[in-house]
């Protein structure tokens, strides 16, 4: 019986560590949106719209990462 009370102290510890650690990185996630809310008045800024240049650019980074990753690349 003492063992079954100690499993469940510790899955009730895990549990609100969990809710604990949600909680500050909602708030975390929370703080960083509004203080990157333009102010009233102020130009929204919009990234501009990727290239093909880029887009080949990035496929090519991720082969890269693959092919050194796995050996076949990074043995050249």
Do not use: C, N
Request: aromatic share 10%; hydrophobic share 55%; no cysteine.
């Amino acid at each position: 019986m003492g063992r079954l009370l100690v499993f469940v102290a510790t899955l009730a510890l895990i549990v609100a560590f969990g809710a604990v650690l949600v909680t500050i990185i909602a708030r975390i996630l929370d703080a960083g949106r509004r203080a990157s809310t333009p102010a009233h008045g102020q130009e929204v800024y919009r990234p501009m719209a990727p290239t093909p240049f880029q887009k080949i650019t990035y496929a090519a980074l991720v082969v890269l990462l693959f092919g050194v990753s796995t050996g076949w690349l990074g043995g050249l």
